[in-house]
């Protein structure tokens, strides 16, 4: 049961790069979410889906796009990546609001992205 | 504005040290309370959740979180703590009708020396 896999764990950019971070959870789950964590700062949230085909904004959206094409999976895209991009990524899963004990996240490994 | 905040940025102890870290969350309405903990190197891990009812919380480790609602608290609290536990630590709240996000504290990174 691998529960939430993100993938790269590790890449470096270019100011001005594209990239894609991809999530995915084998556990069903009908919301998913991507943070950024800094140093002092926690962790923040970029993006949220409660479900397939929909997405919203989180705390600090500006600069990231996501999509939700299937339930298992939470793209996360950086257009033209900014150095203030450097940061650890989080996506994160949960089932939803009509199951018990919701609100318990499940985390990934985390991608740590540097932009150069 | 829904917010959680955590006082200590940076706490040391030694070994069979008493510890515990605090949290306090903002009001907005129903809130349910976790504490997260990441482990050099890797992802965050639940320690322990409130929901309702007993307002002290047993987690896992030897963790335990007291819920005062009137201090608009969730402190963690452990009676000795260990070499392991060195990690940071994250309260975070889930206030209703968000979607299930979690708003995040600012961590609280704990060292334990021996």
């Known amino acids: 049961n691998a529960g939430v896999t993100q993938t790269p764990k590790f890449r470096v950019l270019k100011t001005g790069q594209s990239m894609t971070l991809l999530c995915a959870q084998d556990?069903?789950?009908?919301?998913m979410y991507w943070y950024r964590q800094d140093p002092g700062m926690g962790l923040r949230l970029i993006h949220y889906?409660?479900?397939?085909?929909?997405?919203a904004k989180g705390e600090v959206p500006d600069g990231y796009n996501v999509s939700r094409l299937k339930k298992q999976n939470f793209l996360l895209g950086l257009e033209s990546a900014a150095p203030s991009q450097t940061s650890v990524y989080f996506c994160?899963?949960?089932?939803?609001?009509?199951?018990?004990?919701?609100?318990?996240?499940?985390f990934g490994e985390g991608s740590r992205l540097t932009v150069l | 504005a829904q917010s959680v905040s955590q006082h200590n940025h940076h706490v040391i102890l030694s070994e069979a040290a008493s510890l515990e870290l605090g949290c306090n969350y903002s009001?907005?309405?129903?809130?349910?309370l976790f504490w997260y903990v990441q482990y050099p190197g890797q992802h965050l891990q639940l320690l322990l959740k409130?929901?309702?009812?007993?307002?002290l919380v047993k987690g896992i480790k030897g963790f335990e979180a007291e819920f005062i609602k009137s201090k608009f608290s969730f402190n963690l609290r452990k009676p000795s703590v260990q070499w392991s536990d060195t990690a940071e630590y994250f309260c975070a709240g889930r206030y209703t009708g968000t979607a299930s996000k979690l708003t995040f504290g600012t961590g609280t990174r704990l060292q334990v020396t021996l």
């Open positions: 889906s409660v479900g397939e085909g929909t997405t």
């Open positions: 556990m069903n789950h009908e919301y």
């Open positions: 994160a899963s949960t089932r939803g609001p009509l199951a018990p004990n919701t609100g318990e996240l499940f």
């Open positions: 409130y929901f309702s009812g007993d307002p």
């Open positions: 009001y907005g309405g129903t809130v349910n």
